[in-house]
């Protein structure tokens, strides 16, 4: 098989991602420059917006915890299975007959 040149889209998408992710934490982690704006136009006391700029760290670690607790067992049921498929299908067990591809999945030779 001959190998396309050119551009990916899944570059595009992980550049988009990386930049979203920049612009968040960039915004999130800017309450040190916006503290005294923010509290003079919401009328809070500096501590009243760092408590809540606390308060949303917080919330933001223990969702980021539950959160990968709840997609583990979606996206990896049972990682022994996996090891046990890994296992066999090793490319030094290769049967006659069969080539090794990349992804441990053997194909007839024609």
Not at 2 to 7: E, I, N, Q
Not at 59 to 88: E, K, N, Q, T, Y
Not at 94 to 101: E, N, S, V
Request: with cysteine.
């Amino acid at each position: 098989m001959s190998k396309s040149s050119g551009f990916s889209y899944g570059w595009v998408v992980v550049g988009a991602g990386a930049m979203m992710t920049c612009v968040g934490f960039g915004a999130m982690l800017s309450l040190a420059v916006f503290l005294q704006p923010i509290s003079e136009a919401m009328g809070w006391s500096r501590s009243g917006v760092s408590a809540a700029a606390t308060i949303d760290f917080l919330c933001h670690g223990a969702g980021g915890i539950l959160l990968g607790r709840a997609v583990r067992p979606v996206r990896h049921p049972d990682r022994r299975a996996v090891r046990h498929a890994a296992a066999r299908n090793r490319p030094d067990r290769g049967k006659p007959g069969h080539q090794h591809c990349g992804n441990s999945v053997g194909v007839r030779r024609a």
